[in-house]
């Protein structure tokens, strides 16, 4: 079973629309969790940490449940600029990130 | 504000030929994580380094080594380049591990 696992989409959606990305992980000793967003051909940049408590940026929204090793990320008003592949992004404990395959959003004018 | 700097940007060797790519991270960043990513993949982990040491090791294959300077700059070093080495490599750097890290814009290695 691969560490981290996200459904690879891809998920269309017409503009303003709200959309939801879940990620699951399986080392529960995993302390710090992220997304990244990546461009076709571009290197993935941060887009929000993960906290216990749930936090938000504006139109994002990321939550995670340490019980059920479970992270998600909600977009609301989704923008043609949103359009990317979303990395869920776990430590490994005591060893460096690990990546999701990513799930691929296309927002549709 | 400053950001991982890589180089070459885009690479085209033959097989069984050597490549050098290399990795200025963020200043004041003191660990280097390099990463593999194919056509159509997520990225992979390769190794990391942690105060000029091997901190971490992934996937790298035995043909490729890689080091990092008194400076803080990293270098990765592959051998017997074969068509499957192929991919974008990034390089990232972050302060501490476990803290969030931050990529390059990556270096092209195309394999012919």
């Known amino acids: 079973r691969k560490e981290v696992e996200q459904d690879p989409g891809p998920f269309n959606v017409p503009e303003g629309a709200t959309v939801a990305f879940n990620c699951t992980y399986s080392?529960?000793?995993?302390?710090?969790f992220f997304w990244y967003r990546q461009d076709c051909r571009k290197e993935p940049k941060l887009l929000m940490s993960?906290?216990?408590s749930g936090n938000e940026d504006g139109r994002f929204t990321a939550q995670l449940n340490r019980a059920s090793q479970y992270i998600s990320l909600l977009i609301r008003d989704s923008k043609l600029s949103d359009s990317a592949t979303y990395l869920c992004?776990?430590?490994?404990?005591?060893?460096?990130?690990?990546f999701g395959k990513g799930t691929r959003l296309s927002v549709i004018a | 504000a400053a950001g991982v700097i890589q180089s070459p940007r885009h690479l085209i060797k033959e097989k069984r030929e050597t490549a050098t790519l290399k990795c200025y991270p963020i200043?004041?960043?003191?660990?280097v994580y390099w990463y593999q990513q194919g056509p159509g993949q997520d990225p992979q982990f390769l190794i990391s380094?942690?105060?000029?040491?091997?901190?971490d090791k992934g996937s790298i294959p035995d043909r490729f080594s890689a080091q990092q300077f008194s400076d803080y700059h990293s270098e990765l070093n592959m051998s017997s380049l074969e068509l499957g080495d192929s991919a974008l490599y990034f390089c990232a750097s972050s302060h501490g591990s476990g803290n969030t890290i931050y990529f390059g814009e990556g270096s092209w290695l195309t394999v012919v």
């Open positions: 080392n529960s000793a995993s302390q710090s």
């Open positions: 992004v776990v430590d490994g404990g005591n060893t460096p990130l690990v």
């Open positions: 380094f942690y105060e000029k040491m091997q901190s």
């Open positions: 200043p004041r960043h003191d660990t």
């Open positions: 993960v906290y216990s």
